[in-house]
């Protein structure tokens, strides 16, 4: 699976974590539509490959949409990042997610068409912020 195929890309790896974004040019009008449908792509490749190889893993995903800075850092050896909330609390909708499951936040939930189907959960602990709503999104 790439994650070109849904107009997405890939940040960086970190650890176990895996971070994506879509339309940090500016130039994708629909970057939750393709953020939403990278992760449903993920959940079902993932359950696939567990299944091919009898593993007994668990997936989480996290989604949150908003505005981001990024950039190189570093003067020796470079590497591209992002930075500010919106990083924060995607990685918190992570951590706090459900096993095999996409969990995405209010204003991501929000921002997707009413062909996404989101099954409301109860709020969640985001770290620097009040507790706030959170969805599991479904195929």
Request: with cysteine; hydrophobic share 40%; net charge neutral.
């Amino acid at each position: 699976m790439r994650v070109e195929k849904q107009g997405a890309e890939k940040i960086k790896t970190i650890g176990d974590a895996y971070m994506g974004v879509a339309g940090l040019s500016g130039s994708r009008a629909n970057h939750v539509v393709a953020v939403a449908n990278l992760a449903l792509d993920m959940k079902e490749a993932f359950a696939a490959f567990r299944t091919d190889h009898s593993l007994d893993l668990k997936l989480r995903i996290g989604v949150h949409s908003g505005a981001v800075v990024a950039g190189v850092i570093g003067t020796c050896k470079f590497a591209y990042d992002l930075w500010v909330d919106t990083v924060n609390v995607a990685s918190r909708m992570e951590s706090g997610g459900v096993p095999d499951e996409i969990q995405i936040s209010e204003v991501t939930r929000k921002q997707l068409p009413s062909e996404f189907t989101v099954e409301p959960r109860s709020e969640i602990a985001v770290k620097g912020h009040l507790p706030q709503s959170a969805y599991l999104l479904h195929r």
